[in-house]
């Protein structure tokens, strides 16, 4: 029996400056809601220059990512 092992390597990918793993762009590029607001707040971070965590944001639900959009330009909501 032979048994094979593969190496993955992740190469980050740049926005702006602030690199990001294949694998989180992947996610951020899928459908729904999560998507559509992670897609917004990275946008929103490069423009400003802030390179977010990409593990805190994969644990985020929509409602985090909107806080964290609204903290980055300063709006409050109320709910």
Sequence with gaps: ???TMTTMITIPI???G?????EFLAAVEGGGA????ARMLLALAAARGV???EEALILDDVRD?????DALTGRTRRD
């Excluded at 602030?18 to 294949?22: F, G, N």
């Excluded at 990512?65 to 959009?69: D, V």
């Design 14 to 16: 740049e926005i702006n």
């Design 34 to 37: 999560w998507s559509r607001e």
């Design 51 to 53: 390179k977010l965590d």
């Design 1 to 3: 029996m032979t048994t």
């Design 65 to 69: 990512l909107r806080a964290r959009r």
């Design 18 to 22: 602030a690199s990001y793993s294949p």
